[in-house]
């Protein structure tokens, strides 16, 4: 499929009736495999990402990141967003020259939150955080194909869990442009139905979080219509390196290899 293809594809996962999961691989490997188990669309996530050049969350580049994606959009023919953080940028006009480079890199759509990075001031406030969602929007309107953007009201991570104002900037995101609505770590099945009833537009969520993670036919029935992995499948790899490497060095055994793939099982996935 071409790129416009895809984003058309992509777009039509939104529109249900059922919700749809999109995994979040962190190379051309991982999305090779999940390709092969029959997910249909993909997205990065930028822990994974950070994870990959050994830092954490929110210390790469736009170039770096932009970078991973090229990788992971030649391994697959699905659909592929990707988590693009604050947009590498403050102003309006860096997020818009970020949904620029997106498209040139292969996305068909991407995510652009409102948290700031910055420990005494987290959140952009509310006026700046809907200029960025309008900048962001007016490029992917004007791209070629229907580029997906989603918003991200980040205020249950960043110390300020309200959730009528998450609400409040959720709905203005949308009069802005968003194509979808995120609002990560809400904390339970109720406060999910009161932002998938506040917004007419499709609602992400985000499953990794312990405890504040529900089923596809829970989440389905309290409205949501996609549903990502975040980083947890690069933390459930990481966790299965750990145990192993774990074994070899302080017991001296090899048990984690009768629990792996083999190579040619492995191999199937692969191009």
Avoid at 210 to 229: W, Y
Wanted: proline share 4%.
């Amino acid at each position: 499929m071409n790129q416009r293809e895809k984003a058309e594809r992509f777009r039509r996962l939104h529109e249900g009736p059922d919700a749809f999961v999109i995994p979040n691989p962190w190379d051309g490997g991982s999305a090779r495999l999940l390709g092969g188990l029959g997910f249909e669309a993909l997205a990065t996530s930028s822990g994974a990402a950070a994870g990959v050049l050994g830092r954490r969350d929110g210390q790469i580049s736009r170039d770096e990141a932009l970078a991973q994606v090229r990788i992971i959009v030649a391994a697959t023919d699905l659909p592929v967003s990707a988590d693009l953080e604050k947009g590498f940028g403050d102003a309006p006009a860096v997020v818009a020259q970020t949904l620029r480079l997106a498209a040139e890199a292969g996305l068909v759509g991407c995510s652009i939150e409102d948290a700031t990075g910055d420990k005494e001031r987290p959140l952009f406030d509310f006026g700046a955080a809907v200029a960025r969602i309008e900048a962001a929007a007016d490029v992917a309107r004007s791209l070629a194909f229907p580029f997906t953007l989603t918003a991200r009201a980040e205020g249950f991570l960043r110390g300020n869990p309200d959730l009528d104002e998450v609400i409040r900037r959720l709905q203005a995101f949308e009069a802005a442009g968003a194509d979808v609505l995120f609002a990560p770590g809400l904390p339970d099945l109720e406060a999910v139905r009161r932002v998938c009833s506040a917004v007419k537009k499709p609602v992400n969520f985000m499953v990794g979080i312990k405890g504040k993670s529900f089923s596809v036919a829970e989440l389905e029935a309290a409205g949501v219509r996609r549903i990502s992995l975040a980083t947890s499948l690069f933390r459930a790899a990481m966790t299965g390196l750990l145990e192993a490497a774990r074994e070899v060095k302080e017991r001296g055994t090899f048990g984690y290899l009768e629990r792996t793939l083999a190579t040619p099982d492995l191999n199937r996935y692969m191009q």
